[in-house]
Each structure stands twice: as structure tokens, then as C-alpha cells.
């Protein structure tokens, strides 16, 4: 069994839906379907039972929920080890949202000047996944925004950025200094796809359910409201099309800029990369 493979499995079990998890796992549901199916048939036996409603797992899956849980822990503790060993650290970096903060660049300048002999990987995200694929297992630690579910997670508060509703230049609510979000009531917003994190959808739909076109990254929530009017929400600060407008919202909370890693992750490099996130994100 490959291990890519039972990360696959992992996640169908704790999503209990093929959607779910390929969203989780930022994939498409053909292909994670039939790796499940091939995995099914190396093991010689059914792991989830399925219906239109979701699966649920039959009792050799649960046993090889377990085993696998155990298995892909302690081929992260050998990959540490080893890489220990042989003197090349590691570490992976989710990142969702601006790479151009001024936060990220000294964050990225401080730690790189800090540990000089490490490999630094960055796995850029959509908006799919405010975790930026940690609880996939695609990178160590994530640098994101908050809220999101946050079990079996530790995070770490870095930075509180208010938050605009973005609109065509040409609307007549973009001359406004500001807004309530019951002025926009009645208006389209973007949707994020389906299974991706209720906590991070309803914040951006200012909590309440909404209608509108599904969008994936920050471009495409732009091109929606170029194109066709949809309401936007964004962190002030960030530069836009001229042909667009950000006006503040008066009673929204404010966006947290967070670091986030599983919990009870001891990697060393992940402590560091907090403390010095912190105290990068406090400078201005």
C-alpha cells in the first residue's frame, strides 16, 4: 500500500463523503474514487459502504482506519528522523491569501536568515481550504486566515485585518464610506464549493446563507464581481482593479491573519516558525 494512498483513505473515512474528501485533499473525485476501489482490491475486501448519501465504513475499514492512522504517524516520525540524520531539515509552508503582505516578506526573510541550512517548500492554496492542505498531510504548518474549524489544531493568533465588501466601481454603494452588511441583504455573493469548511464559508457570507456563483480563488471572487455583480469580501489593504472598489463594512469582524499547525506536532522547526511569525507579524 502506498502511503499517498492510505492518506486518500484517511480522509474518505473522516469525511465519510468521496466529495468531502477531494475537496479536502484538493483533488477531484474520479480519480480519488478509484484509488479507493484499488486499495479495496489490494486489501480483498469492501472498506466503506456506499450510498447517495455518503459512506460509512464497514468493519475492515475501520481496522485499516486505525492501522493507517498509526502507519502514516510513524512514517512522519521516520521522515523527520531520517532527514535529522542525514542533516537536511525540511519544512513545508502552507500559504493562502497575499503573498505580497509585508508580514509574509519578513516572516519569509527572518526564518530563512534564522535556519540558513533548511529546505523551505511553500504550497500556495486556494480558498477551498483554509487549513492550506495541513490536515491532508501536504505541508507542516499553514499561514492563513481565521475562523475555521479547529479541531485537532493549534493556532496561533498573528494579526487582525478589518474587512470591505468589494464592489464594481460602478455601483452605487462603492461611493459609500461604509457599510452595514444588512445593505447587502439582497444582493449575489460568491459560494465556495460544497464540503469546503462551514466555520470559513459563513464568515465569508457574512453568516448567513447566501446565493451566488462558486469560486475557488481570490481571481475568480474578483471575476465574479466584475463580470457579474456579485457581492466580495476582502481584507482592506489589498490593491484592486481599478475597475473595482472596497468599502469598509461597519459591523464586521475583523480577519485573523493566523499561523496553524496539528496538534501535538513536535517538529522543532514548527515552534520556531511560530515564535518568529509572531513576532514578524507584530513589526510594521
Request: include cysteine.
Amino acid at each position: 500500500m502506498e502511503l499517498r494512498t492510505l492518506r486518500y483513505f484517511v480522509a474518505v473515512a473522516e469525511e465519510l463523503h468521496f466529495g468531502r474528501a477531494a475537496t479536502r485533499l484538493h483533488m477531484s473525485q474520479p480519480p480519488l474514487s478509484r484509488a479507493i476501489k484499488q486499495l479495496e482490491a489490494d486489501v480483498g475486501a469492501l472498506l466503506f459502504v456506499r450510498s447517495p448519501a455518503g459512506v460509512t465504513l464497514t468493519p475492515v475499514g475501520t481496522v485499516l482506519l486505525d492501522e493507517a492512522r498509526a502507519l502514516l504517524d510513524h512514517a512522519d516520525r521516520v521522515r523527520v528522523r531520517v532527514s535529522a540524520a542525514a542533516g537536511v531539515a525540511t519544512i513545508t509552508i502552507g500559504i493562502l491569501g497575499d503573498g505580497t503582505d509585508p508580514g509574509v516578506a519578513r516572516l519569509a526573510a527572518d526564518f530563512s536568515r534564522h535556519h540558513p541550512g533548511i529546505d523551505i517548500r511553500v504550497r500556495d492554496t486556494d480558498l477551498t481550504d483554509p487549513t492550506c492542505g495541513l490536515r491532508a498531510g501536504l505541508v507542516d504548518v499553514a499561514l492563513t486566515r481565521a475562523p475555521f474549524d479547529v479541531t485537532a489544531l493549534t493556532v496561533w493568533a498573528l494579526r487582525t485585518d478589518p474587512v470591505g465588501v468589494v464592489l464594481r466601481a460602478d455601483d452605487p454603494l462603492a461611493r459609500r464610506d461604509g457599510l452595514p452588511l444588512a445593505e447587502l441583504s439582497d444582493r449575489r455573493w460568491f459560494q465556495f464549493p460544497q464540503g469546503t469548511d462551514p466555520v470559513w464559508q459563513s464568515y465569508w457570507n457574512g453568516g448567513r446563507p447566501r446565493e451566488g456563483p462558486v469560486v475557488r480563488t481570490v481571481q475568480e471572487c474578483l471575476q465574479a464581481v466584475l463580470w457579474n455583480g456579485t457581492v466580495g469580501l476582502a481584507p482592506l489593504g489589498h490593491d484592486l482593479p481599478a475597475e473595482l472598489a472596497v468599502v469598509p463594512l461597519t459591523d464586521m469582524p475583523p480577519s485573523r491573519v493566523v499561523a496553524v499547525c496539528n496538534e501535538g506536532d513536535t517538529n522543532p522547526l514548527i515552534r520556531s516558525f511560530t515564535e518568529i511569525a509572531t513576532s514578524a507579524y507584530r513589526r510594521r
